[in-house]
């Protein structure tokens, strides 16, 4: 992952409520939009502003998404509309509703050289070619537009200056720090009641950035200031903003430090003889890291165990049949699959990404367990949180975790939540695994726990896999990233994850290698996060 990934992934998780934890406490943002409504209202009164009789409203009603469209409008539901997921205490609106939103005036060389060059007082005039793309602005440029001039627009201190037309659309952004004019190019956002710096972190989000490129058009690719405005954006609790802003004022200067750091990784990684974490971890599942033993109980004895448990397990109603089931098996030196009792074998030689001992054997991920997704009981319902005691697991906890197991996380809801929601118990020595914002965060519970839907998480049949199957996905998180889908950001499905081939040793041989793995990994650990969604 490079440094402009690194921070697209910090971005989307604060603006879809993973960066920092919610807090049932704060004020809604439905309050907050009352409250922009409400300055609004006395900005019109006061003739400072039109009324804009198309104005948006935005209100979830059921679980859905509803817009009208002016006092007068129709209520249409626009669930297809909404390109993200958000915590139940924000909210969505357009951005016009949040902000001001206008473009500047151009002037000509001509122009510019005989009337706006090296005035002593004015504005500042900032053109598309003084504004970079980390906040940086060239306030210094020598031109400045007399302030008398009132056909010259003005963006007010800490507004927000971003190019919608050109190579640059979208990409140069700054906050400016005093009153300044500005170019036609650059779209200047003043917002009402939400927290400057949150718009100006969202307007760098590739939540945004997608819907603004879907939006140009012509051959020098620029958006039109209307679309802009109908633009949808998360709107946090303001102090939930102030939390996001907080830490990304934190995280962001990291990321410029990424790239760097990341190189001089690379170099050592070629010193070290495993080529650290990753190469370690390739010996393994490969069969290279401890010998074979021919006393072994061979691996194909193991899944009929598992298979046999899933059949009584069946058999007991405890869990349903899956009719679409894979068996894998070796003939003529060949891997064929068969889907389902009833389906033809298909030859998978090609699919199989390396060669496995003889002892040893392949299956899909789903034939070791179930494939467990999470959930988040709605936010702004106390009943689902006060005095919880159950751990509820979030990415954003995952940062925290050392070592391979995990227990809490921030947070706890109580079984009232966790009935009136999509999370499920895990059990303990089930194996957690972010699927999304990033893709590969991974852990054994240490006790019963749920997470919220940013996990596909795996319920074993024989827990006396897990630690090697905690490696093994380890090793194979490029593979499953490699398979996630999604336009905003990409997640890894239940489906395709259970579809994830698996490398199984005999369960002796399992033992020696997560004792050979426990004792490498010493000495490699503070390397592991950054090989996280790379």
């Known amino acids: 992952m490079n440094g402009d990934d690194l921070k697209n992934s910090i971005l989307h998780m604060a603006m879809t409520g993973n960066l920092v934890p919610q807090d049932p406490e704060d004020e809604p943002a439905r309050i907050l939009l009352e409250k922009i409504q409400e300055e609004k209202e006395q900005l019109i009164k006061e003739k400072k502003i039109k009324r804009n009789n198309k104005e948006s409203y ?94 010259f627009k003005v963006a007010k201190k800490e507004s927000i200056l971003l190019c919608i037309e050109g190579g640059s659309a979208g990409r140069k952004i700054a906050l400016t720090n005093h009153d300044v004019c500005f170019g036609n190019k650059l779209c200047c956002f003043s917002s009402y009641g939400i927290d400057a710096k949150f718009l100006y972190y969202y307007l760098q989000s590739p939540l945004f950035r997608q819907i603004f490129q879907s939006n140009k058009t012509g051959i020098i690719g620029g958006v039109s200031i209307t679309k802009i405005r109908k633009i949808l ?17 934190k995280l962001i200067p990291l990321v410029e430090q990424h790239d760097i ?33 021919s006393e072994d109980e061979p691996a194909r004895i193991l899944l009929e165990k598992i298979q046999e448990e899933k059949e009584q397990l069946i058999k007991e109603k405890k869990i349903k049949r899956n009719n679409k089931e894979s068996f894998i098996y070796r003939k003529n030196n060949h891997y064929y699959e068969k ?27 789903n034939s070791l367990g179930e494939i467990i997704g999470g959930g988040t009981p709605k936010t702004k319902v106390k009943e689902y949180w006060d005095n919880g005691k159950v751990p509820w697991i979030t990415p954003a906890d995952m940062k925290f975790i050392k070592g391979k197991y995990v227990s809490k996380g921030s947070r706890n809801i109580n079984e009232l939540g966790l009935k009136k929601s999509s999370a499920k118990l895990m059990p303990k020595d089930s194996i957690i695994f972010s699927s999304r914002a990033p893709i590969g965060y991974i852990a054994i519970t240490k006790n019963e726990l749920c997470t919220n839907q940013g996990f596909k998480s795996v319920n074993l049949l024989d827990k006396s896999l897990v630690d090697y199957l905690y ?5 194979l998180t490029k593979d499953i990233q490699s398979r996630a889908s999604g336009t905003t950001f990409k997640e890894i499905s239940g489906t395709k994850f259970g579809q994830t081939l698996i490398p199984i040793p005999p369960l002796e041989e399992q033992k020696r290698i997560v004792e050979k793995l426990d004792k490498l990994l010493d000495s490699v650990n503070v390397i592991a996060p950054l090989m996280i969604n790379e």
Not at 263 to 275: A, G, R, V, Y
Not at 340 to 365: A, N, Q
Request: aromatic share 10%; charged share 35%.
């Open 261 to 293: 750091l990341k190189e001089k990784l690379d170099k050592l990684n070629t010193e070290f003889p495993c080529k650290f974490k990753e190469s370690i971890l390739q010996e393994a599942i490969q069969g290279n890291l401890v010998p074979q033993d």
């Open 471 to 475: 490696y093994c996905l380890q090793a």
């Open 233 to 249: 954006m998360p709107v946090p609790p303001l102090k939930e903003q102030k939390r996001i802003v907080n830490e990304l004022k």
């Open 339 to 365: 889907i389902g009792k009833k389906g033809e074998p298909k030859c998978i030689d090609e699919e199989l990404p390396f060669d496995i001992p003889y002892s040893w054997e392949w299956c899909r991920l």
């Open 58 to 151: 935005i209100f979830k009603e059921n679980n859905h998404y509803y817009e009208k469209i002016g006092k007068k409008g129709k209520i249409t539901c626009i669930d297809e509309k909404i390109p993200f997921e958000i915590p139940d205490n924000w909210e969505i609106c357009r951005l016009e509703y949040a902000s001001t939103i206008y473009t500047g005036n151009s002037i000509n060389k001509k122009e510019k050289e005989s009337n706006f060059m090296n005035l002593e007082e004015g504005y500042d005039y900032i053109a598309t070619k003084d504004v970079g793309f980390d906040n940086q602005i060239d306030y210094d440029n020598g031109v400045k537009i007399p302030k008398d001039l009132e056909k």
